[in-house]
C-alpha cells in the first residue's frame, strides 16, 4: 500500500477507509444530553446537562484530535473544538 497523503487523511493502519464509526461513549452522552437539555429548557437540570453535554462534547474532539485513526478524524476533532471554543466565546 502506498504511503500518499490521500491515503494518511483517510485510511486506518489496516488499510481500511474510515470516515465515519459507531459512536465512542463521549458522543453517545452528548446526544443523550443534548435531547434531554432540549426537554428541560430551565432550571438547575438544564444547567447540569449542558455541562455534561459541553464535556462530553470537548471529550470526543480532544479524543479524535489526539487519537483519531487518520488525517480526517484528526481534522474532524480540531474542527469541534474550535467550534466549542468559538460558540462559547460568540455566547459569553
Same mark, same amino acid.
Given at each position: 500500500?502506498?504511503?500518499?497523503?490521500?491515503?494518511?487523511?483517510f485510511r486506518d493502519s489496516d488499510?481500511?477507509?474510515?470516515?465515519?464509526?459507531?459512536?465512542?461513549?463521549?458522543?453517545?452522552?452528548?446526544? =443523550?444530553t443534548t435531547l434531554l437539555a432540549?426537554?428541560?429548557?430551565? &432550571? $438547575?437540570?438544564?444547567?447540569?446537562?449542558?455541562?455534561?453535554?459541553?464535556?462530553?462534547?470537548?471529550?470526543?474532539?480532544?479524543?479524535?484530535?489526539?487519537? &483519531?485513526?487518520?488525517?480526517?478524524?484528526? =481534522?474532524? &476533532?480540531? =474542527?469541534?473544538?474550535?467550534?466549542?471554543?468559538?460558540? $462559547?466565546?460568540?455566547?459569553?
Open positions: 500500500m502506498s504511503n500518499t497523503l490521500v491515503d494518511k487523511t488499510g481500511n477507509i474510515v470516515i465515519a464509526e459507531m459512536p465512542n461513549l463521549p458522543l453517545i452522552v452528548w446526544i =443523550a432540549l426537554i428541560f429548557t430551565n &432550571g $438547575k437540570i438544564n444547567t447540569v446537562l449542558e455541562v455534561l453535554a459541553n464535556g462530553s462534547l470537548f471529550t470526543w474532539a480532544w479524543l479524535e484530535l489526539f487519537q &483519531g485513526v487518520n488525517y480526517f478524524r484528526r =481534522a474532524l &476533532g480540531l =474542527a469541534v473544538f474550535i467550534g466549542i471554543i468559538v460558540s $462559547k466565546i460568540q455566547y459569553s
